[in-house]
């Protein structure tokens, strides 16, 4: 009897899960999803960018991508409007204020567009889903805690972020300051934080101002990709070199060079084309009807596999990576 009911149970089980599984509905075919980065001619955006069209053509989607030419907070909503005016069942995008873009966001959601951040978010209100590259304090902390490792925890230190709205550099810094605290950062000092508005030029004569302000400055983390390229290669050419540590978030192949020529020892990121991939899986799951935005809802993502959403929507991709001159060369992205 014991064995007919542990049979039966296991019968009821496979059909409960048949059931869900007959339930969970397909990804729709043929879905208009436009990709909003910060600035279309950032190459972290470039890469970002196309891991959503590789997703899109994973899943039958028209994903077009459009943007501003500078990561302003409202240059981005011209395009927001076009979205609506197009009838796009989803917008993804990497937002260039928390806040600003919100009023046409409610107008994009009251339209029947579904709303996927990815890299720097809204406020909560302004999308469904976020998709997080890595944990926000895993980020921050790990920034200082490579720079300490670089500059035996000694001396003054700068940061050399994007914009001050950028809601996702923002957020990096705050865990930065957070970890400074810590007794085993006592002997490094955060004397500056500079903006280098995600603009090439204008993060070179931040690093170049920076050097020259601060004769004890020992090291500097610029969390935006525009800023690590762009400091380094001020830095390449300068007597500090070698002497000031630069660390940061930056690609592979943007900074080989600055690897391989000693201006850089290591630096962090993740592969920002997974980002970008995993929004537009996310977005499609969405239009689908697959999840809601719930907490503990689960979802696949072609090649990454199953994500569950967390807390406030927030779907994190995975933890940074360390390159450096032993390992950059097994990376092309």
Do not use: H
């Not at 943007?67 to 011209?78: I, M, T, W, Y």
Request: glycine share 10%; no cysteine; proline share 4%.
């Amino acid at each position: 009897m014991k064995k007919r009911s542990v049979l039966l149970s296991a019968l009821a089980l496979g059909s409960v899960a048949t059931l869900a599984a007959a339930q969970t509905p397909a990804l729709k075919k043929g879905l208009k999803i436009t990709l909003l980065p910060k600035n279309i001619n950032n190459p972290y955006n470039v890469i970002e960018t196309s891991g959503g069209t590789e997703a899109g053509k994973e899943i039958g989607a028209a994903v077009k991508i459009v943007g501003p030419s500078d990561a302003g907070a409202s240059s981005q909503v011209s395009y927001i409007n076009t979205a609506i005016a197009q009838k796009q069942d989803a917008l993804v995008l990497a937002a260039n204020d928390a806040n600003a873009l919100l009023p046409y966001l409610a107008r994009a959601k009251a339209s029947g567009m579904k709303i996927v951040t990815m890299d720097s978010d809204t406020a909560v209100s302004g999308r469904t889903l976020f998709i997080n590259q890595a944990n926000s304090e895993g980020i921050g902390r790990a920034q200082v805690q490579l720079l300490g490792k670089l500059i035996n925890y000694k001396g003054d230190i700068a940061v050399l972020s994007a914009t001050p709205n950028a809601t996702n550099q923002n957020t990096w810094i705050k865990w930065m300051q957070e970890e400074l605290k810590l007794p085993k950062y006592k002997d490094m000092k955060l004397v500056k934080i500079a903006y280098g508005n995600d603009d090439d030029q204008k993060s070179f004569t931040e690093m170049q101002g920076l050097i020259q302000a601060y004769p004890n400055l020992k090291g500097v983390i610029s969390p935006t990709t525009v800023g690590i390229s762009a400091g380094a290669r001020y830095l390449s050419t300068s007597p500090q070199k070698g002497k000031v540590m630069l660390t940061g978030l930056g690609t592979p192949n943007q900074m080989r060079a600055f690897v391989k020529d000693g201006t850089v020892t290591a630096f962090q990121l993740w592969n920002p084309s997974d980002v970008g991939y995993l929004a537009t899986y996310a977005a499609a799951a969405l239009v689908s009807g697959q999840i809601t935005g719930k907490e503990g809802e689960k979802f696949k993502a072609g090649k990454l596999g199953e994500y569950t959403i967390g807390k406030n929507g927030e779907i994190i991709v995975g933890p940074p990576y360390t390159f450096d001159k032993a390992n950059i060369d097994k990376f092309n992205f």
